[in-house]
């Protein structure tokens, strides 16, 4: 989300008022135990809520990892009915 945004640690850790050592801990997931006041901190300079900062990129990741998964079987289908074209494939 921060790159997203174009910020840099440093820059996010002026506007949320925290230091870059907090931030790059908490970016590298070995400060679990981070406040609320931090993660609202975070929140705010990121001009979001505690809700999707949490969970937001968990939410968006998982359609766009089952799309992804999607188009592969789709992509290998193809591929084998293209191969052996008078080959019924299974599931169909």
Known sequence: ?????GFSQEV??????????TVSKIEQERSI????FTVDALARALDTTVDDLLHGSERNQ???EA???K?????????AQTANPGR???GD
Do not use: E, F, I
Request: aromatic fraction near 2%; hydrophobic fraction near 40%; charged fraction near 25%.
């Open 12 to 21: 996010l850790a002026r506007k949320a008022g925290l230091s870059v050592y």
């Open 67 to 69: 799309q992804s998964a």
């Open 1 to 5: 989300m921060r790159t997203a945004l």
């Open 88 to 90: 019924k494939q299974s």
């Open 62 to 64: 998982a359609p766009v």
């Open 71 to 79: 188009q592969d079987n789709s992509a290998r289908s193809k591929r």
């Open 33 to 36: 135990k981070a406040s609320v």
